[in-house]
């Protein structure tokens, strides 16, 4: 039986190689991190120069209505309000980017143009995968 220790080093290994191979870091030379299936996309929304009070004052009963429609729907799994600057973080049930900025694209905020999004395709930390066999991201 492995102990507990040893499987702390491994995974912080693990979780060091995804860091610095993510990084493109010089120390590293494979062709990069290992593959993982994208399973939610990671939705980083900002607002636009048309944004005002005023606008947001107009759209935002709207807003909040349909962002709980799709969380009720199981289509948003997350939502968080950014604390850097305006704008919302989302994470989606989809693996779709395409998908995604379609069911951004329906709330009223990206509709009237003031806000807009990033979408970030995210999914398991793969080399995760050396704890169980030995491989990056191989299933277990």
């Known amino acids: 039986m492995v102990s507990l220790k040893k499987t702390l080093r491994r995974a912080a290994a693990a979780l060091s190689a995804t860091l610095v191979l993510g990084a493109g870091s010089a120390l590293a030379q494979p ?32 807003e909040v209505r349909e962002t709980v429609k799709l969380y009720l729907q199981g289509r948003i799994s997350e939502w968080y309000a950014r604390n850097d600057r305006p704008g919302v973080v989302f ?25 807009e999004f990033d979408l970030i395709p995210i999914g398991p930390l793969a080399p995760l995968g050396l704890l169980l066999n030995g491989s990056p991201g191989a299933p277990g």
């Open 91 to 115: 994470i989606l049930n989809t693996a779709d980017p395409k998908e995604a900025q379609q069911l951004l694209a329906t709330l009223p905020l990206d509709r009237e143009g003031l806000m």
């Open 31 to 62: 062709a990069g991190p290992p593959s993982a299936p994208t399973t939610r996309i990671l939705a980083i929304g900002r607002v636009t120069p048309k944004f005002t009070p005023a606008a947001l004052r107009t759209v935002l009963p709207q």
